[in-house]
């Protein structure tokens, strides 16, 4: 099991937001309850986490999950998130450049694997995915393959990033069952609606009704980082701690768990660093 607490924000890192602990904290403050938005692969992780967090603490986690670029364009259009935990650095960024990040705060959480998953009764065999291989033969002629949709879900345009590294794209796009988050792809295999799908290696752990049958090579698309940030009000103290506790062991051994892997230090977004 990896060190979280060696992936733990040096105090220079934090100095911005680390301020607000010296400040006294209004009853309001204490009251209210602490808003996370998180993509939806984190969905039992998460969960998991903000229980705990409540039973340690006391105070409570207000979670909304969905795709990232869903909860990312809410987080620009006004919506009162206090922590965002995306799937990838895209929509993090895009906040960021909007000025909606709490300057210091983002950081990279977790990493994930991408694979392919059939229903737990299919008679598909494991298969290697290289670039010989065609998804477009283990489906039928009227099946589709089930995946976050390529265009803004960061399974999917990791899932279209692997399949164009691997000389597939133009072949499996066509066959695409396209939904608007990873958890919504797992479904349909789950139902059986789908032959296959691709999701992250954490979405098939959850579920007893699908099975993996392939994993993508890891150079064939970007490392699957999960990235973490305050959005919220900078002073909003209960915040910036439960984001040092997501940034923790107690958090991590929660991640773990589930499948997740810390990211390493030397890939950590850490600024100034």
């Not at 494991?126 to 033969?137: E, G, Q, R, V």
């Not at 589709?144 to 879900?153: C, E, F, Y």
């Not at 399974?155 to 796009?173: C, F, M, N, P």
Request: hydrophobic share 45%; net charge neutral; no cysteine.
């Amino acid at each position: 099991m990896p060190n979280f607490r060696s992936l733990l924000p040096s105090a220079a890192t934090f100095f911005l937001i680390a301020v607000v602990f010296v400040g006294s904290i209004s009853t309001a403050a204490r009251a209210r309850d602490i808003t996370v938005f998180a993509a939806a692969s984190l969905t039992n992780a998460i969960e998991t986490a903000a229980a705990t967090y409540k039973k340690e603490t006391g105070d409570t986690i207000r979670l909304s999950l969905a795709s990232s670029s869903t909860l990312a364009r809410q987080i620009a259009a006004g919506a009162p998130a206090d922590v965002f935990i995306s799937a990838n650095e895209k929509w993090m960024t895009w906040l960021n450049d909007q000025g909606l990040l709490v300057p210091g705060s983002r950081h990279d959480l977790l990493t994930n694997r991408l694979v392919i998953v059939a229903p737990k009764d299919s008679n598909l065999n494991p298969i290697k995915m290289t670039k010989t291989s065609d998804l477009t033969t283990l489906i039928g002629p009227n099946d589709r393959i089930a995946v976050g949709d390529p265009d803004h879900v960061p399974a999917g345009i990791y899932a279209k990033q692997a399949l164009t590294s691997l000389g597939q794209w133009e072949t499996v796009a066509p066959r695409l069952a396209r939904t608007d988050n990873v958890r919504a792809a797992l479904a349909l295999v789950e139902r059986g609606e789908a032959p296959i799908g691709i999701v992250y290696q954490t979405d098939a752990g959850i579920s007893d009704n699908v099975k993996i049958i392939g994993t993508f090579p890891e150079n064939s698309h970007p490392v699957i980082t999960y990235p973490v940030a305050l959005t919220g009000d900078p002073s909003e103290t209960k915040a910036t701690k439960f984001l040092l506790w997501l940034l923790g062991d107690d958090a991590g051994r929660i991640f773990a768990d589930y499948g997740f892997e810390p990211v390493a230090t030397t890939q950590a977004n850490v600024p100034g660093k």
